[in-house]
């Protein structure tokens, strides 16, 4: 307990300080208005929170590791993570670090923590595709481009206040829940750790919009979901890997459908940014219909669209958490997901908005 208490008043006190001593360092740290498409403010904003909680993190571990001796992935992890974090806080600072870049170097750490961790994704309950998991040149292409997906989800979904820092949480107690129910100690301390570590930076920053999570944080979070999902499937085989696609749903169908319409739909570069997330359509369509008038009327705008986002989501983490190892009910509730969020995105797209999302 107090590793976690650890975890979240250094990652609070940190992005505290960051916010506090802005005018110090946000001609290097800050986002601008004006600097992009996705853009929903009006005030130069840091950019760097994800230090806060990679901060925290490494303040709740040193002090678990002091008392008790924990599997290697207790230390090897944020090692792994400090890679993607970094890549990602150099583009936050100097907004010039180019998306292959950034990827490829998600993919070195990913390389690192699966050969060191051994990490691997050996079943996907599919038939026939399992067989070809067993082949080691196969699984472990389908282990990285899997573990460097997922990192980037998180940033893909990283546009409104509280959006990915929120999922992240989510995903990671879904994780903490799976190591308590199978006796998993390591998978419950990291998981929580990190649930503790993003709700320090979250309460100080939802719903006011201080400061970003940046792709530092988004990286970082990502990352650390994705090693722990994949270290959870190999731990326990008695786990569907259908539990982690669902606690990581969103995220996932997310980065799809966005790959899909750029790329096929709008014959445009896959990694363009736009304004057609399903986030974005939420925040302009039905929350800020009119021109903003002030930084106050745009953080209100900003914060109410993240709950939408929230809901959808859940819909997914509650029958992963009750029906965890059984697959074909997981292939349901998934395939059920991706029609409501394509229903979803379809309706407020062709400005056919249900009235119960209107509710404001």
Same mark, same amino acid.
């Given at each position: 307990?107090?590793?976690l208490?650890?975890?979240? @008043? ?8 960051i916010?506090?001593?802005?005018? !110090?360092?946000e ?11 996705q853009?929903?403010h ?13 901060i925290?993190?490494i ?12 599997d ?15 890549i990602?806080?150099s583009?936050?600072?100097? %907004?010039?670090?180019?998306? &292959? ?10 390389l690192?923590?699966?050969? *060191? ?5 050996? %079943?996907?309950?599919i ?10 040149v196969?699984?472990?292409p ?6 460097? =997906? ?12 509280g ?5 992240g ?7 903490? *829940?799976?190591?308590?129910?199978? =006796?998993?100690?390591?998978? @419950?301390f990291?998981?929580l ?23 530092? =944080? ?12 994949i270290?959870?499937? &190999? ?16 995220p ?6 966005t ?17 057609l997330?399903?986030?974005s ?5 039905? $929350?800020?219909?009119?021109t903003p %008038?002030?930084?106050m ?8 669209t ?8 859940s ?6 958490l ?6 074909? !009910? ?7 997901y ?5 229903? $979803? ?14 509710w404001?």
């Amino acid at each position: 307990m107090a590793s976690l208490i650890t975890a979240f @008043l250094c990652s609070l006190l940190i992005t505290f300080l960051i916010i506090h001593f802005r005018h !110090v360092h946000e001609n290097h740290t800050g986002d601008v208005s004006d600097s992009g498409i996705q853009k929903f403010h009006l005030n130069t904003i840091p950019r760097i929170g994800g230090l806060g909680i990679f901060i925290g993190l490494i303040a709740g571990i040193s002090l678990r590791l002091q008392s008790v001796s924990l599997d290697p992935i207790a230390w090897l992890l944020p090692l792994f993570a400090f890679i993607p974090l970094s890549i990602g806080l150099s583009e936050d600072i100097t %907004k010039k670090i180019g998306v &292959r870049l950034r990827l490829s170097t998600v993919l070195i750490a990913a390389l690192l923590a699966s050969h *060191y961790l051994d990490l691997r994704i050996s %079943k996907v309950d599919i038939i026939g595709f399992d067989y070809l998991l067993a082949i080691p040149v196969v699984a472990i292409p389908i282990t990285l481009f899997a573990i460097t =997906g997922l990192t980037n989800a998180y940033n893909i979904i990283d546009g409104l206040n509280g959006l990915s820092s929120m999922v992240g949480m989510l995903a990671a107690s879904c994780l903490a *829940y799976l190591g308590y129910l199978l =006796g998993d100690a390591v998978l @419950l301390f990291l998981s929580l750790m990190l649930v503790a570590a993003i709700l320090g930076f979250f309460i100080i920053n939802y719903p006011r919009g201080l400061i970003f999570l940046g792709d530092g =944080g988004a990286y970082l979070i990502g990352f650390w979901i994705s090693i722990l999902s994949i270290w959870l499937t &190999r731990q326990h085989p008695e786990v569907s890997p259908w539990f982690v696609l669902l606690i990581n749903a969103y995220p996932i169908t997310e980065t799809l459908f966005t790959i899909y319409r750029r790329s096929i739909f709008r014959k445009s570069h896959a990694m363009s940014a736009d304004r057609l997330h399903l986030h974005s359509l939420i925040y302009r369509r039905i $929350l800020h219909t009119s021109t903003p %008038k002030t930084e106050m009327e745009l953080v209100n705008a900003n914060a109410r669209t993240a709950p939408y986002l929230w809901i959808l989501n859940s819909v997914t983490l509650v029958p992963a958490l009750l029906w965890w190892d059984e697959t074909a !009910v997981l292939v349901v509730f998934f395939i059920l997901y991706c029609m409501i969020y394509l229903w $979803l995105y379809t309706r407020i797209i062709s400005f056919r908005i249900p009235k119960w999302l209107s509710w404001n």
